[in-house]
């Protein structure tokens, strides 16, 4: 019997089982041999006839083959937590089914009724078909629809938290693929795939009037990530004066350059896209690395992030960003 990796599709766990190959299969269910490997990657969804065919080549039931996976035990434990109010996101992430509330205006997979049972929502894709990828670049949403057109049958969501949140969510089991950027971020977990992505320039962002010179003012206000964020890491690095008496948090880097525009702050530490993209001066600090980490229980969730990464749709918008660089 061949041997079972995560993230095979029944289709292909079935040829293998049987001793068939690829060739084989395709030819007996009439099809390409490369229409076949795209079904049993998960990259196509097969038409009637031809779920039909396959089933018969293969002895079994076209619903054994494509049905949805089942709905996981509403009584099962969890790993995360739900809102406050009980709504959900989901995904399967390490064997485990995972929760988080869901961002605003975005709808739940499922509703927390009590401490102990989940009622998933009729429109809620499996867990085993969703991925995550969580990190603060401003492109992760970008990179999140180019994995979705490289495994249609997915649903990908870009969860937005720092680098060192997204390595310690993946190190615990509750993220697919983590983005982290730095000198030389190093794998958060074991065995994590490391898959090379960008580079960019990160450094202070300069409110309108605001020369270099005026950073090292005591009066200047600064918008800056939460600690533990490499942005804020660079800037405790490269603080051009006393420490500021008053700190405007932001969330992202784009939030952090939106509070400078708005004249919440005068300065602040993002990349450089994000002082472009407000019209705001930039002065870099470094060049840093952005690696997405892959979990490595899901070998499947590195091959399909790899696809994405040849996606030219996605390097064209990716790279429309001021200051990013593909990885050589």
């Known amino acids: 019997m061949a041997e079972r990796r995560p993230g095979d599709t029944r289709l292909r766990r079935r040829r293998q089982d049987l001793g068939l190959a690829q060739e084989a299969l395709a030819r007996a269910a009439g099809l390409s041999r490369q229409a076949l490997s795209a079904l049993e990657a998960g990259r196509a969804l097969p038409s009637l006839p031809t779920a039909l065919a396959l089933a018969r080549a293969l002895g079994t039931t076209v619903e054994a083959l494509f049905a949805p996976p089942a709905a ?11 809102a406050p109010d009980g709504r959900a996101r989901w995904a399967r992430v390490d064997g485990r089914l995972v929760l988080r509330p869901p961002p605003p205006g975005e709808e739940p997979d499922a509703v927390l009724e009590d401490s102990r049972r989940l009622r998933p929502l009729p429109w809620a894709a499996a867990p085993e078909q969703v991925l995550w990828l969580g990190g603060c670049d401003p492109a992760l949403p970008l990179l999140a629809r180019a994995v979705a057109r490289a495994a249609p049958h997915l649903r990908v969501a870009a969860l937005p938290m720092t680098s060192a949140e997204a390595a310690a969510e993946l190190r615990a089991g509750r993220l697919h693929v983590a983005s982290l950027h730095g000198d030389d971020p190093a794998p958060p977990a074991a065995g994590a795939a490391m898959l090379p992505y960008a580079t960019w320039r990160e450094g202070f962002v300069l409110g309108p009037g605001l020369s270099p ?28 004066g006393p420490a500021p008496a008053a700190v405007h948090l932001a969330a992202g880097h784009w939030e952090v350059a939106a509070a400078v525009r708005a004249g919440e702050a005068d300065a602040g530490v993002a990349v450089e896209a994000a002082a472009a993209a407000h019209g705001l001066a930039f002065l870099p600090l470094a060049e840093e690395r952005v690696v997405l980490a892959v979990h490595p229980s899901h070998p499947e969730a590195a091959e399909t992030v790899a696809r994405a990464l040849e996606d030219a749709r996605l390097w064209q918008a990716v790279l429309s960003l001021r200051g990013y660089r593909r990885a050589s």
């Open 213 to 240: 010179a005026d950073l090292g003012r005591a009066a200047v206000r600064w918008a800056l990530r939460p600690p533990g964020a490499t942005a804020r890491d660079l800037f405790e690095r490269h603080r051009p």
């Open 72 to 82: 996981p035990d509403p009584a099962a434990p969890w790993a995360g937590e739900a």
